[in-house]
């Protein structure tokens, strides 16, 4: 049963990564950095926190749109762009498979600020990230990111989810996976 589970797991996610990786991906990054640019203004404007962690951050990987689905078993996928500086460095896809008591379908978009050189060289080195291994994340919830004095910037990586639409509850960044695309 749990190999048949695996299975269908990961052919969800082989399924969500193949339709936002289509032919139409590569012609369209123009549009993920207008759509990634575009929600990192709206991030700013709801969340003062994120907007003075932004001249303080190495860099933003913002991933402007994830779609998550599932029914028992699930999955979900997004494509974002690693700015530094305000200057884009790169592009990014995000993967996960889950399974447990789940049914539904959502949308929302999040956004990471590197503290440091060095878990933004992480990001930069690793062949694929798996969100709760190497640097340390501290995700800034609805109340902390509109107070920008309650965070204390000291090292890691600070994640803000925004614009959750869907029937399903709850966002969770542990277990996702991201991993540098070809430009």
Known sequence: MIGRIRFIQAALVLLLATAAHGPAM???????????????????AK???AKALRDKAKGILVFPSITKAG????????????YEGGTRTGYYNTTAG????????????????FMTDDDLK????????SLGTGPN?????????????????????YA?????KGLMAGVGLVGQKISKTKP
């Open 71 to 82: 029914f028992v078993v699930g999955g979900q996928t997004g494509d974002g762009v690693l």
């Open 160 to 164: 803000f989810i925004f614009g959750q």
């Open 137 to 157: 994340i501290v995700i800034a919830d609805e109340g902390t990111a509109r107070d920008a004095s309650s965070l204390t910037v000291k090292s890691g990586v």
């Open 122 to 129: 992480y990001l930069k080195s690793s062949k694929g990230w």
């Open 26 to 44: 590569s012609a369209s990054k123009g549009n993920l950095d207008s759509q990634a640019r575009s929600a990192l203004q709206s991030l700013y």
């Open 47 to 49: 969340a003062p926190a």
């Open 98 to 113: 889950t399974v447990g008591l789940q049914a539904g379908a959502q949308k929302y978009g999040y956004a990471l600020f």
